[in-house]
Nanobody, 119 residues
Framework: QVQLVESGGGSVQSGGSLRLSCTAS??????MGWFRQAPGKKREGVAA???????TYANSVKGRFTISRDNAKNTLYLQMNSLKPEDTAMYYC???????????????WGQGTQVTVSS
């Protein structure tokens, strides 16, 4: 069983930055991903990073968000720059044996951290 705990969410104005963190109880062998879900919308993949550090991003965040991992600290990060109101959502980290941006592929989930971007 993998336990995931997110932190770093908050409220920021449009154009601002936030960094999310996710600490995992069992980490290095898994692909790790960030997902988000806005009220009334489906959960969507934001970014994923495999064991070797290869990354995948949703088109909507390319060039603005950066996913990274620190295997020594069992921690996953999401640096979010140039935030827009449409980035407002609950953000979740997730772990899986293989990488994708499809939420239904992922086995383990954190509780989420809220990100709110005001215009």
């Amino acid at each position: 069983q993998v336990q995931l705990v997110e932190s770093g969410g908050g409220s920021v104005q449009s154009g601002g930055s936030l960094r999310l963190s996710c600490t995992a109880s069992l980490y290095s062998s898994y692909c790790m991903g960030w997902f988000r879900q806005a009220p009334g919308k489906k959960r969507e993949g934001v970014a994923a990073i495999d064991r070797a550090g290869s990354t995948t991003y949703a088109n909507s965040v390319k060039g603005r968000f950066t996913i990274s991992r620190d295997n020594a600290k069992n921690t996953l990060y999401l640096q979010m720059n140039s935030l827009k109101p449409e980035d407002t959502a609950m953000y979740y980290c997730a772990a899986n044996s293989w990488c994708s941006l499809a939420y239904y592929d992922y086995t383990y989930w954190g509780q989420g951290t809220q990100v709110t971007v005001s215009s």
